[in-house]
């Protein structure tokens, strides 16, 4: 995961389950509560948008908001051209996918909807 990649890249240490599940303080992300928050309501763009937005302004100021809405639209627009084009995820990135959204609790947000291959696979590895 490139979260835990990047961290070791600087010589930090993160526990990702912490961090996607607002501990982020504590696993050294600060702010992860509203920036989860901004990044899920900026995936659905519905009402919550708004708030989610003031609420990350808030925290980290105005550049770094425009910098998580960078982030998330460039992530959100590699999927997009990935499934675009037809490229298949294989089935064992599925499987490590399935596991790390359980150990990260990811699978609970309102966006996992948008990979039905891993909902499946959790609901298999939880009922297996």
Not at 17 to 31: I, M, Q
Not at 53 to 66: D, K, P, Q, T
Request: no cysteine; glycine share 6%; aromatic share 4%.
């Amino acid at each position: 995961m490139l979260l835990s990649s990047s961290s070791a890249a600087i010589d930090e240490s993160i526990k990702v389950s912490e961090a996607v599940n607002g501990n982020g303080l504590d696993a050294g992300v600060p702010y992860s509560e509203q920036l989860i928050a901004f990044t899920e309501a900026a995936h659905r763009v519905d009402e919550t948008l708004p708030v989610a937005r003031e609420n990350l302004i808030a925290v980290v100021g105005e550049e770094g908001m425009v910098d998580a809405a960078i982030t998330a639209a460039v992530f959100r627009s590699l999927n997009i051209a990935a499934d675009s084009s037809g490229i298949r995820i294989d089935d064992e990135w599925e499987e490590i996918a399935a596991h790390l959204a359980m150990e990260t609790a990811a699978n609970e947000f309102p966006t996992a909807a948008n990979s039905p291959n891993i909902e499946n696979l959790i609901h298999s590895i939880n009922n297996g």
